[in-house]
């Protein structure tokens, strides 16, 4: 059974840190991974989608890696700023099915 | 970019109606939807995949007479949530899948469903 798991649940940290958030999965044949951020009560915004035979993204102060032999993907963000604060999903791609299974979240808090 | 829209964005109705939740996909065809449910503070789970002209594919646990999902059309899917009950009090996210992208897809912003 595929299981994708996220750790830490919840981070806190100061404006301007930078942090990695944790992401790991128990498919080692793993199509696409995709990192999403959620704010509350909102639906889903994509940040970055690496493909199996990637192994990193980036996008801005955003960057994501992706580690097949040890199960694990990180999202690495840059100077953070309080807007950052949101809920941040990774997900693995089922195959080619488009289903996505998701971990359950990181809620990060980056105060000013 | 494209755009995935739900309708209605909330809704709250008393227990043992039915409410119907709309996908739409506004600006590219999806030959495939995800309706996926989220519980407060827990991650998306997916219910169904919804196909365009088929039946949808149910995940396991997920009681097909209870979530009926509808694929008319390549820009709509819907689920309706029969006979509801407070526990089916959710938020409730659909997800399209661009039919010339198959590696995309594009979520809508979500319905709350609130039971009473």
């Known amino acids: 059974k595929q299981e994708v798991t996220q750790i830490p649940a919840a981070l806190s940290v100061p404006e301007g840190e930078n942090l990695v958030l944790n992401c790991s999965f128990t498919?080692?044949?793993?199509?696409?991974l995709q990192w999403f951020r959620q704010d509350p009560g909102k639906g889903l915004t994509s940040l970055l989608l690496?493909?199996?035979?990637?192994r990193e993204q980036t996008s801005g102060r955003l960057n994501a890696s992706l580690d097949k032999s040890s199960g694990r993907s990180t999202l690495y963000i840059a100077a953070s700023q309080p807007g950052d604060s949101a809920t941040y999903l990774c997900?693995?791609?089922?195959?080619?099915?488009?289903?996505?299974?998701f971990g359950q979240g990181t809620t990060l808090q980056v105060k000013p | 970019g494209a755009v995935v829209s739900q309708h209605p964005s909330w809704v709250i109705c008393k227990s043992g109606t039915s409410v119907k939740i709309e996908c739409r996909s506004l600006?590219?065809?999806?030959?495939?939807m995800f309706w996926y449910r989220q519980f407060p503070k827990q991650s998306l789970m997916l219910m169904a995949t919804s196909n365009e002209g088929s039946k949808a594919t149910y995940e396991q646990g997920v009681e097909k007479d209870k979530f009926l999902i509808n694929h008319a059309s390549l820009t709509l899917s819907t689920l309706t949530v029969t006979s509801a009950h407070p526990e089916d009090s959710s938020f409730y996210i659909c997800?399209?899948?661009?039919?010339?992208?198959?590696?995309?897809?594009?979520f809508g912003p979500g319905t709350r469903l609130t039971v009473l």
């Open positions: 997800s399209a899948r661009d039919a010339s992208r198959t590696d995309t897809q594009y």
């Open positions: 690496i493909q199996s035979s990637q």
């Open positions: 498919d080692s044949a793993i199509y696409n």
């Open positions: 997900a693995e791609h089922s195959g080619n099915t488009g289903k996505l299974i």
């Open positions: 600006d590219f065809q999806a030959t495939t």
